[in-house]
């Protein structure tokens, strides 16, 4: 099946600085991907559908400038936290539609983690 | 409103136990529901979408429009079976996924 590849697996920073994640699918063209944040046990919560070559589309109560995404090519997104705090430390998840159209294949997480 | 609900946060049962996780929906129009899967330090797959009405790994999920559920079930629980399951949605806005808040699955030896 189809790969999507995210990195990294778990980052620590300091507050105040900013990580990026990136996610890509590796052997197929992804023209969407989903954003997901995800705390323990609990459901994952959709941050925002990234679009090849377009700006991302945010879910209500999601801020914009604090998560940035960019979706510049068909087989990478990437979300930058800017200006991390301890209350953004979580489990953050992205999938891409699969070449078919139909699937969503997932990334393997970001577990975050601010100081 | 589309929203996905998995009453329960922790399922345990013994190996061999029929098990069913349930699932209740609301969404205003044709549904496409799925049944993911997230084994232990894995990432999160596919288990079962109800326009297929397949099969996997012993897992059935029947769509019950009138019940507005789509419960999963599993005659005869295995010990690999122990993951989180989640439910989602296919909302009419670009495609993408609601989930319910997922339920732990425990099967004991």
């Known amino acids: 099946g189809a790969v999507v590849s995210q990195h990294p697996s778990w980052v620590i920073c300091k507050s105040g600085t900013s990580v990026k994640i990136e996610c890509r699918s590796l052997?197929?063209?992804?023209?969407?991907m989903f954003w997901y944040r995800q705390f323990p046990k609990q459901s994952l919560m959709l941050m925002a559908t990234s679009n090849e070559g377009s700006k991302a589309t945010y879910e209500q109560g999601v801020e914009k400038d604090k998560f940035l995404i960019n979706h510049a090519s068909l087989t990478l997104s990437t979300l930058t936290v800017t200006s991390a705090h301890p209350e953004d430390s979580s489990f953050y998840i992205c999938?891409?539609?699969?070449?078919?159209?139909?699937?969503?294949?997932f990334g393997s997480g970001t577990q975050l983690s601010v100081l | 409103a589309q929203r996905v609900t998995q009453p329960e946060k922790l399922l345990s049962v013994f190996k061999g136990a029929p098990v069913e996780l349930k699932c209740n929906y609301s969404y205003s129009g044709s549904p496409e529901l799925f049944w993911y899967v997230q084994y232990s330090r894995q990432r999160l797959q596919l288990l079962l979408r109800?326009?297929s009405r397949e099969s996997i790994k012993g897992f059935t999920a029947d769509l019950n429009k009138g019940e507005t559920s789509f419960h999963l079930k599993k005659p005869f629980a295995q010990e690999e079976d122990s993951a989180m399951y989640y439910c989602a949605l296919k909302g009419n806005q670009g495609g993408k996924l609601i989930f319910g808040q997922g339920t732990e699955l425990s099967v004991k030896p």
């Open positions: 052997d197929f063209q992804a023209t969407t």
């Open positions: 109800h326009i």
């Open positions: 999938s891409a539609r699969g070449p078919a159209n139909e699937k969503l294949f």
